[in-house]
């Protein structure tokens, strides 16, 4: 059966096939438009854990998604594909996970890692091993890219999209990052892990490619991160939750703030979405909650306006999602989340979507 007769025998009233990929959609890779890559990865953890459980619970939580989108009513016909994360990936992770532990709480007591040579050589196999990770995922992330898919990420901890960009970095000679989060991630080897998750902004910068950050939500940081920010000069734009919780109480409308932030970004933009940009009780789950933040429909909105302006999205990824132990919650949430950001993906590389839906 090819790809026309699985849409005609196929009933997106009903609830998605249990056997099928993504959203119960009924298609194979070869037959989808996008191509998400999980990436089940929380080395780095110092706090909450669990986002390495993310795409599983994202999966699990898909196939009850009504796949009649208001915005993208055909988005379903592309054909959404998870790719399956190589084996390795979610055992390294656990395994190295183990392995940091000892060396954060040994800083967080305040102690010198210098005087415990078996740390030091336990953290230098972590950073090794992290760096494997980030290679192994831009290969995959180009092996899909050069068969012609959309491709999009999704995490694990905020760390996991690296090998994302740099796979990014070597089809666009110039590009910005539309970065909604709670924290700016602009830390410099974030308790000694060259590849912490609370490196990944500042590893990203490494990359001359990336024109422009801008960042949204921003609620929690520290004077290094301020520091970075300052040296980018103009490279880090910063909207902090205060910030734009101001200009609202002042009389700004969403609209008008969601203008000025799009206005500040390059041609093209991939969007990094960690799920703890909105407010807690979307994701009471993830590793790192802030109070404070932004709801769905406003980064829904923010991206619909993004798709509409002539910029390109060339990617997204979405990270953070931490399932709980006895709801599906935060996998409830990252699943309508990702199906929205596969539509404005689509939308915006001129894939057919269909008209938006008015009652």
């Not at 302006?309 to 132990?325: H, N, Q, R, W, Y």
Request: net charge negative; charged share 25%.
């Amino acid at each position: 059966m090819n790809k026309q007769q699985k849409i005609e025998n196929f009933d997106p009233s009903q609830p998605g096939l249990a056997d099928a990929t993504i959203f119960g959609l009924p298609f194979t890779a070869e037959e989808s438009e996008i191509i998400i890559i999980p990436v089940p990865w929380e080395v780095t953890v110092s706090y909450g854990a669990g986002a390495s459980e993310g795409p599983d619970a994202v999966f699990d939580a898909s196939f009850q998604v009504d796949l009649l989108h208001q915005d993208f009513p055909e988005l379903w016909k592309l054909g959404i594909y998870m790719d399956e994360a190589p084996e390795q990936w979610a055992k390294n992770s656990e395994k190295y996970k183990d392995l940091a532990q000892p060396i954060i709480e040994t800083l967080e007591n305040g102690e010198d890692l210098e005087t415990f040579p078996a740390l030091q050589e336990d953290l230098h196999k972590i950073n090794k091993a992290c760096r494997t990770l980030h290679t192994e995922v831009k290969d995959k992330v180009l092996y899909w890219q050069n068969k012609g898919k959309k491709v999009a990420l999704l995490g694990g901890d905020h760390s996991t999209p690296l090998g994302y960009y740099e796979a990014l970095a070597t089809q666009h000679e110039s590009f910005g990052i539309l970065h909604l989060d709670a924290h700016m991630d602009l830390r410099i080897a974030y308790e000694g892990f060259t590849y912490s998750h609370a490196s990944i902004m500042y590893n990203t910068l490494q990359l001359p490619q990336v024109s422009k950050i801008v960042q949204v939500g921003i609620r929690d940081f520290c004077e290094q991160e301020v520091d970075v920010v300052k040296d980018s000069k103009g490279r880090v734009v910063v909207h902090t939750d205060s910030d734009m919780k101001a200009k609202a109480f002042e009389g700004q409308t969403w609209k008008q703030q969601c203008e000025e932030i799009i206005s500040q970004l390059p041609q093209k933009v991939t969007i990094s979405f960690d799920i703890d940009g909105m407010y807690p009780w979307y994701c009471p789950n993830t590793g790192t909650p802030v109070p404070g933040g932004f709801s769905f429909e406003q980064a829904t909105y923010l991206f619909n306006l993004l798709a509409n302006s002539g910029k390109e999205i060339i990617g997204f990824d979405l990270v953070e999602v931490a399932p709980g132990e006895n709801d599906d919650w935060d996998g409830n949430v990252g699943a309508r989340m990702l199906f929205h950001m596969c539509g404005i993906l689509a939308k915006s590389q001129k894939l057919d979507v269909g008209q938006k839906l008015k009652f």
